[in-house]
């Protein structure tokens, strides 16, 4: 393989470019390439193979074996590689595995004194094999074998490289000070895709982001709130397998850091009723004050003009108000913001106010309105306003994911800002999505988009655990 053949694995961990982007354009510069031999394989099945849904397999395979750090911190190299058939055999296996080396940076050949723990750390990869016959069984005679290889490692290089750039990074480098990720066609020869370093200290990121938006028609918000709902039960699952220890100390954590003694909420709720009663309702559901002005006089609706904190604030009283959706505590057993860790996703319909049905909202009961609020909204038996989240240290790149998610296959109006940086890092995650979709259709996109966000909620939830343990 010659060295410009890995420019689109440097160009996916610099720009973050989708795998299947990627592969298509080396399969079609293949094609050319190999227009003149006599090997021309079936360059249509090749590109029907599903790339996505390999690479997501293989994540949810090293994020399963690497769970809990099997390699010791001395361990600062990892080793991908290879097992293939020893001939142009195309009825054997074809396989991946890793190693770990203590010898990177000492030794110019440390990837072959590696050490597997187990067999778990070989993965038998039904992708891989399907390419490697395709192309083997193409050829009459010559370097098929070889080629059939090539691509497989160009394959594989691009799904470690992709981890390198994602939340499974924390897996891979483990509780070593740095590791090196190699792929290679064998220890000499292969990708260097580059060291993993510890983050600095405050560099992990938090997030302090809040968003708005309306779902519009029934059968897409039925969809949206079954989507949500199955997020929220990734939370609350890992919520009730928490350990009577963790469960004592969540309350003195949160005390610790100055929290307000606020009212106990479940991990998980569940809203499909009407409201009654002193509603209020905050501008920044629609995320526009003026319009909010607007939509309110022409329903002939007075507002509540308010003094909070030196300012004039708007709210909008009611009596009832339909609500159907879900909240829920995001994962993080360190409690560090006991009132900021939900994520609301509840929708909204009103007679009375009609340009608020279909909004995204969060809802605050009246015990927690008492506890956490000033008058007026501390009288009021429901206050109602846009969600937000706070979290600190992790789960950036994943919120910023499911957000983007959400906005592609439900509410192109879905409006999110995270500080004061309203793209946050949506533009990467919607050309992905864009791209499937147009590819495979909304369904199998959705679905693809659904299981990365499980996979690295997985791998966050863990750092969140070891966070708290240490």
Wanted: charged share 25%.
């Amino acid at each position: 393989m010659t060295p410009d053949a890995f420019t689109p694995v440097r160009r996916l961990i610099d720009e973050r470019m989708p795998i299947r982007v990627l592969m298509e354009a080396r399969l079609a510069t293949l094609e050319r390439a190999w227009i003149a031999t006599e090997c021309d394989p079936d360059w249509g099945a090749l590109r029907a193979l599903d790339f996505e849904g390999e690479f997501l397999r293989m994540s949810e395979w090293i994020h399963r074996i690497l769970t809990g750090d099997p390699f010791p911190a001395e361990v600062n190299g990892l080793y991908f590689g290879f097992l293939f058939p020893p001939s142009r055999d195309v009825q054997s296996t074809v396989a991946t595995f890793l190693s770990g080396s203590r010898f990177h940076g000492q030794e110019d050949d440390w990837a072959r004194k590696g050490e597997m723990p187990d067999d778990k750390f070989i993965d038998h990869s039904p992708l891989l094999l399907a390419a490697y016959r395709l192309i083997v069984s193409a050829e009459v005679h010559g370097d098929a074998r070889e080629r059939a290889i090539e691509l497989c490692h160009f394959f594989f290089s691009l799904v470690v490289a992709e981890w390198s750039c994602t939340s499974l990074r924390h897996t891979l480098r483990g509780h070593a000070p740095s590791r090196a990720l190699f792929v290679g066609f064998d220890p000499w020869t292969g990708f260097n895709i580059g060291m993993l370093e510890a983050d600095r200290p405050g560099g992990r990121g938090s997030v302090i982001v809040s968003w708005h938006g309306t779902i519009a028609g029934g059968t897409r918000q039925a969809e949206w709130i079954a989507s949500v709902r199955e997020v929220a039960n990734w939370h609350e699952v890992r919520w009730n397998a928490v350990d009577e220890r963790n469960e004592r100390c969540l309350g003195p954590l949160a005390r610790m850091r100055g929290a307000p003694d606020l009212p106990a909420r479940p991990a998980l709720r569940w809203f499909d009723e009407e409201l009654t009663g002193r509603i209020l309702v905050d501008p920044d559901v629609v995320g526009d004050a003026a319009v909010f002005r607007t939509e309110a006089a022409r329903c002939g609706l007075a507002l509540d003009e308010v003094e909070i904190q030196g300012r004039i604030h708007v709210l909008l009283p009611l009596k009832r108000l339909e609500v159907r959706g879900v909240d829920f505590r995001a994962f993080d057993l360190r409690g560090l913001y006991p009132s900021e860790e939900r994520l609301s996703f509840v929708l909204l319909r009103s007679s009375e106010a009609p340009f608020l049905n279909g909004r995204i909202a969060a809802l605050d009961e009246r015990a927690f309105n008492r506890k956490a609020y000033a008058p007026p909204v501390a009288n009021a038996d429901w206050y109602v306003q846009s969600p937000s989240v706070h979290l600190r240290d992790y789960g950036e790149e994943w919120t910023a994911e499911f957000l983007a998610w959400l906005r592609y296959f439900f509410a192109p109006d879905f409006h999110y800002c995270h500080r004061d940086d309203e793209s946050f890092r949506s533009a990467r995650f919607l050309a992905q999505h864009e791209f499937l979709d147009e590819r495979f259709g909304r369904a199998t996109a959705m679905a693809l988009g659904l299981r990365r966000l499980h996979l690295h909620f997985l791998v966050e939830a863990a750092r969140a655990a070891e966070m708290f343990d240490t």
